[in-house]
């Protein structure tokens, strides 16, 4: 992606197509329900207590594989991958290198390429009759050093697509791809999950907690971008976010000496993405902007922060129902003499085409760096540029735009 579909400086026309109506009381999110096991190709099992990788495993409930990537590598499109958990919670971690990372170059817990699958956690291990996200917690945990969830088709999006459903994916990592040319390398996507060249994407029953996409760092020119801290979409034919949380996830721009690097949603980022959500939490997720040691000025661009819980950029179509969004944040970069600006304490929309229905858009903040010539806040709640943006029955409460 090039700096140029990043840009969100106020030469920009601000064109915008709003209605807002308020409610009177929040939309609940319901707690996800028990669902047998339904399969139309082959089933394959993970069990990270009992079970042991090898090149035949997952096949039957007896010989289940210990790393949910293992049954990816063994499965076959159209297959589903049952995943047990535990009352008190079963962590899968980052199993070493896979076919699926040599071919991405970028190492993940779980990685998806060509391939369609289901991957459905919240099983007990030994029955397999039901999934119980909440009573048996299954949980991908990046560490801090790898995506939790990468999904890649390259030039063909359909043939690649997944469902995830009844996951913690926390702690989860995204920054540059290396083997990549260009800013591929140097900018962050995704921590807890990145999509990429897909064609349908499902992901149901899902808390992203504590993830984070880093920018790269830069000793000349500009910083690298963080976009999504908990998930990164690009360039996606059909993608939805059912019954699913966003908990403390950030993105954060990389620090560059003629301008940081921006940050594009803390929760979610789209590029040239069909979105539709529904059931969703935003709480407490940051975009954070990276700082510059010099100017702060890079190609007439500051290093601005956007949407603390979504970003939604070129091309992207994006519809949200039954929403709370709430503790967010969104601030620009510091720089010597030019600060950036920060566009959406919770929601920015660029470009693109933004509907959000029965929502309450609460408490959130956005924020410009600091600098001797500092730079704006833009709607702390809610802020499009170029967007075409419908709102309703939406509380706005207590939202804020800050000026450095």
């Avoid at 028990?34 to 190709?41: D, H, L, S, T, W």
């Avoid at 009352?87 to 391939?115: D, N």
């Avoid at 995506?147 to 920054?175: H, I, Q, W």
Wanted: proline share 2%; hydrophobic share 35%; with cysteine.
């Amino acid at each position: 992606m090039s700096k140029q579909e990043m840009q969100g400086s106020l030469s920009k026309c601000r064109r915008l197509l709003i209605v807002v109506a308020l409610v009177v009381a929040m939309v609940p999110l319901w707690a996800a329900e028990p669902q047998p096991a339904r399969a139309q190709g082959g089933t394959y099992y993970v069990d990270a207590a009992g079970g042991q990788d090898s090149p035949s495993c997952g096949g039957s409930s007896s010989s289940a594989c210990k790393s949910i990537q293992a049954a990816v590598q063994q499965a076959k499109s159209g297959d589903t991958i049952l995943v047990a958990g535990s009352s008190g919670g079963t962590v899968y971690t980052y199993p070493g290198s896979s076919s699926c990372e040599s071919e991405t170059g970028a190492p993940a817990v779980v990685c998806v390429f060509k391939k369609q699958l289901t991957i459905r956690g919240g099983y007990q291990a030994g029955s397999w009759a039901s999934s119980d996200p909440a009573g048996n917690v299954t949980i991908i945990d990046g560490k801090g050093q790898y995506r939790g969830v990468f999904v890649l088709s390259y030039n063909e999006p359909t043939a690649t697509g997944l469902t995830l459903d009844g996951f913690t994916v926390r702690n989860g990592y995204g920054s540059g791809i290396g083997k990549r040319p260009g800013d591929d390398a140097l900018f962050g996507f995704g921590g807890g999950m990145f999509v990429e060249y897909a064609g349908s994407i499902v992901v149901r029953n899902v808390t992203f907690d504590s993830n984070t996409a880093k920018g790269g760092d830069r000793s000349s020119g500009y910083g690298g971008s963080g976009s999504g801290g908990a998930i990164s979409f690009r360039q996606v034919n059909n993608a939805q976010l059912l019954n699913v949380r966003f908990v403390k996830n950030k993105a954060l721009g990389g620090n560059g000496s003629g301008r940081g690097g921006y940050s594009l949603g803390g929760g979610v980022f789209t590029y040239g993405t069909t979105l539709y959500g529904n059931g969703l939490l935003f709480d407490g997720n940051q975009s954070i902007a990276g700082n510059a040691s010099g100017n702060g000025i890079d190609g007439g661009q500051r290093g601005d922060g956007f949407g603390g819980a979504g970003s939604f950029q070129q091309g992207s179509t994006v519809l949200f129902e039954n929403v709370i969004a709430k503790n967010n944040y969104a601030r620009g970069g510091d720089a010597v003499e030019n600060s950036g600006g920060a566009f959406g304490g919770a929601f920015k929309s660029e470009h693109a085409t933004f509907t959000l229905r029965d929502a309450e858009v609460s408490f959130n903040t956005a924020q410009g760096g600091n600098a001797r010539n500092g730079w704006l806040g833009f709607g702390g709640g809610i802020e499009g540029i170029n967007a075409t943006m419908e709102l309703d029955r939406v509380r706005l409460v207590g939202n804020r735009a800050i000026g450095a």
